[in-house]
């Protein structure tokens, strides 16, 4: 049997590892492909640490080739184009034309622009590792070109920095930067009051998909580490200035926001950043395959594609339903988890054994606000603080280690 897996992120490469495993000891003929567009797998959930100079690229963007190196999988890499469920093919962007007999979607997500004007124009995403390089230079030359700038206006915008949307992204990138421009100020000599870093969410909460436990914590350290969080504010436009003299004049924005108790607040920046949602890749929904508003595909609780005896989708480009029928949360530990039972489930398919559902287990979320700083509810249990930051460095470090194969 073919099995193709699309996207090498922690879903699919959770799918490809354990196939692997399992293959070993039930030899089938069957061959997995692992494909994506980078030749490195992405450890997504350190980004906010790579972007703030904190993470070394090799913990960050991990070598597929050492990844499978000991491992009976074949990696190609490419651009996913089209996938054509009635041919059971996948057409790469070179026009490389994959065969499968059964197929993963483990695409991931992108950034969702929700279409506000100017977004995906001047924005600074975190999303991928070269997003996180982008924006880590982003911030290091905005502290550079402040301290070397004599007009006060343009030195108040590169030094005013702003993080649109206050899920997991947001949050966590706000609390390392608070952290990182300490250290930047004390380096070019500027004034940690001249910076002024701001986080805007749209809802009353941060954090939201966790529920409210986690907001009221994040919003309190967050605003201890200098970050003003303005909540129930929309952005409305981003735009270009350039009624701005001075060096950095080209590369000011304008951010215009609504807020019902003070309205139309607008700041002129150098750098921000939209982690305001994600949306599934396109091409699942030009694929024809059932989707909702934000192109996630819906699986059954056996993670198979709603009408599709070949396809399934696991991790945050699908919709995987818990058994109350609610979708599980996007986080990279479901993805992983999602990843382990499909292997069980494909090989059920090889060996014609009727597979198992797909129950989530909820181990409880971990947010990190910046050194030392975090919340959390590991295993239900609401905690706060360092203990929660060095449970995340350890999980961090221990998900590095489960990437090797030893013999
Ligand atoms: C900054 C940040 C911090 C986070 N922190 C946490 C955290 O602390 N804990 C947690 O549990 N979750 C965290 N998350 C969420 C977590 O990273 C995601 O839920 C997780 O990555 C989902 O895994 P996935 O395998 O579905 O997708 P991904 O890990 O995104 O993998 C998708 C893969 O598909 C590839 N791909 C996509 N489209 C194509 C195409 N057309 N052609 C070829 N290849 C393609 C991509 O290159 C990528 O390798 C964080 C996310 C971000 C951005």
Redesign the pocket.
């Known amino acids: 049997m073919e099995l193709l897996i699309?996207?090498?992120?922690?879903?699919?490469v959770r799918t490809a590892i354990e196939l692997d495993r399992l293959l070993e000891h039930h030899p089938s003929g069957s061959s997995v492909t692992l494909?994506?567009?980078?030749l490195y797998?992405?450890h997504?959930?350190m980004?906010?640490l790579a972007a703030t100079g904190n993470a070394p690229e090799q913990t960050v963007a991990i070598s597929l080739d050492w990844i499978l190196r000991r491992r009976n999988v074949r990696f190609q890499q490419?651009?996913?184009q089209k996938i054509e469920a009635l041919h059971r093919h996948v057409v790469l962007g070179d026009g490389l034309i994959l065969p499968y007999d059964r197929l993963v979607l483990?695409?991931?997500?992108e950034t969702n622009y929700a279409n506000v004007p100017g977004a995906r124009e001047y924005t600074y995403t975190?999303?991928?590792y070269h997003e996180a390089m982008r924006l880590y230079h982003q911030i290091k030359n905005s502290f550079a070109l402040a301290a070397s700038t004599a007009d006060p206006v343009a030195k108040q915008a590169l030094l005013t920095f702003i993080i649109v949307g206050g899920g997991?992204?947001g949050v966590?990138?706000a609390g390392e930067l608070a952290h990182w421009a300490e250290q930047l100020c004390t380096h070019y000599q500027l004034n940690r009051f001249e910076v002024q870093i701001v986080l805007i969410e749209r809802s009353g909460v941060l954090l939201k998909q966790f529920g409210k436990w986690a907001s009221e914590p994040a919003l309190e350290t967050l605003s201890r580490r200098r970050i003003e969080v303005l909540l129930q504010t929309h952005v409305t436009e981003i735009e270009a200035i350039d009624s701005i003299e001075g060096v950095a004049a080209r590369q000011l924005r304008a951010v215009r926001t609504y807020n019902r108790q003070a309205q139309n607040l607008t700041f002129n920046a150098a750098t921000i950043v939209w982690a305001g949602g994600i949306r599934a890749?396109h091409?699942i929904a030009a694929a024809g395959l059932p989707v909702d508003r934000n192109g996630r595909v819906y699986v059954d609780r056996y993670l198979r594609v709603h009408d599709q005896a070949a396809i399934f989708a696991?991790?945050?480009?699908a919709i995987v339903p818990n058994p109350q029928g609610q979708p599980v949360l996007?986080?990279?530990?479901y993805?992983m988890r999602q990843g382990e039972h499909l292997a069980r489930t494909l090989l059920d398919e090889i060996e014609g054994r009727a597979p198992h559902p797909y129950i989530p287990l909820d181990l409880g979320?971990?947010?990190?606000l910046g050194p030392g700083a975090g919340v959390g509810n590991p295993l239900g249990v609401p905690l706060e603080g360092l203990p929660i930051a060095l449970l995340?460095q350890g999980i961090e470090a221990w998900y590095l280690t489960t990437l090797e194969k030893i013999f």
């Open positions: 699309l996207g090498a992120g922690y879903a699919g494909v994506d567009r980078n797998h992405q997504l959930s980004l906010h490419g651009e996913v483990a695409l991931g997500a975190l999303h991928s997991f992204t966590q990138l890749p091409v696991i991790g945050d480009c996007a986080t990279a530990s993805a979320q971990l947010v990190s995340k």
